[in-house]
C-alpha cells in the first residue's frame, strides 16, 4: 500500500508542544490547535475583517 500523502504541514509551535499551527496544503488555511490534557480545540486562524488566513504553498508543498 503507498504511502497516504500529509495534507497539513505544523509551521509553529510553542508551550513544549501544547500550542501548534497548521497549514493545510491544499487550501492554505491557516490552523491554530490547543492541547491541555486530555482535551483539544482546533480553530482557523482568521483576519481581522472574519476571513480565514491563507499562506500562499509552494509548489513542492502541494498536491
Do not use: C, Q, W
Not at 500529509?6 to 491554530?32: A, P
Not at 490547543?34 to 508543498?61: E, K, Q, R, V
Amino acid at each position: 500500500m503507498a504511502k497516504k500523502e500529509e495534507r497539513f504541514i505544523k509551521t509553529h509551535s510553542e508551550n513544549l508542544g501544547s500550542e501548534m499551527i497548521f497549514v493545510d496544503k491544499k487550501t492554505g488555511v491557516n490552523y491554530l490547535f490547543i492541547s491541555s490534557g486530555y482535551a483539544g480545540g482546533l480553530t482557523p486562524l482568521l483576519n481581522p475583517d472574519g476571513t480565514p488566513i491563507i499562506t500562499p504553498i509552494p509548489n513542492d508543498y502541494g498536491e
